[in-house]
């Protein structure tokens, strides 16, 4: 790393939610870029949304505050699944992860990671999961390179006709 910047990982605040979409908007177009017989170009939570998340324990939202720019984020759900062939445990989901382009390669995504795993570790949750799209190969080796492993693999067939 040729570049330092100086950052702490704090919950999200109101004042953020305007950037969060900004960084959301990111995420967005990788995916319309990646699968967009799938994907539009749609935001995935407003600015209202992302607000009424920061005002519920079971949503945390951390970011990457460099002082003068939110440079990334984390969205968590805290969940226990419902299903009579599981055991009751607690499971902290990566809902969304995001470090802005000009932030990337600083440990920031390594951070909010960080920051989850202690999250976890204050809860006793038994484990981290996240969904990530078979296309979006950086991602997939940045998530197994803090140790994360496949748990389930969903496959498709696509079957009907292609999406305008």
Same mark, same amino acid.
């Given at each position: ?11 999200? *605040? ?45 949503? &945390? ?19 226990? &699944?419902?299903? &009579? ?36 570790? *204050? ?13 979006? *190969? &950086? ?16 496959? *498709? ?8």
């Amino acid at each position: 790393m040729d570049k330092k910047i100086s950052y702490i990982i704090r919950p999200a *605040e109101p004042r953020d939610s305007a950037r969060l979409r900004e960084l959301l908007e990111q995420i967005c177009l990788l995916h319309v870029e990646g699968r967009p017989d799938i994907f539009q170009p749609a935001g995935k939570y407003t600015e209202d949304d992302i607000i009424a998340m920061m005002g519920d324990a079971e949503k &945390p939202i951390f970011v990457a505050d460099t002082g003068e720019d939110v440079a990334g984020y984390v969205f968590c759900q805290l969940k226990r &699944p419902h299903n &009579p062939v599981m055991r009751d445990y607690l499971n902290i989901y990566i809902d969304d992860l995001c470090v802005d382009d000009k932030y990337r390669r600083l440990g920031i995504g390594k951070a909010l990671f960080g920051r989850v795993k202690q999250l976890a570790a *204050e809860l006793g949750a038994y484990n981290i999961d996240l969904n990530v799209w078979a296309f979006n *190969e &950086p991602a997939i080796a940045f998530y197994r390179s803090l140790g994360m492993q496949p748990e389930r693999i969903y496959m *498709e067939l696509i079957t009907g006709k292609e999406q305008n």
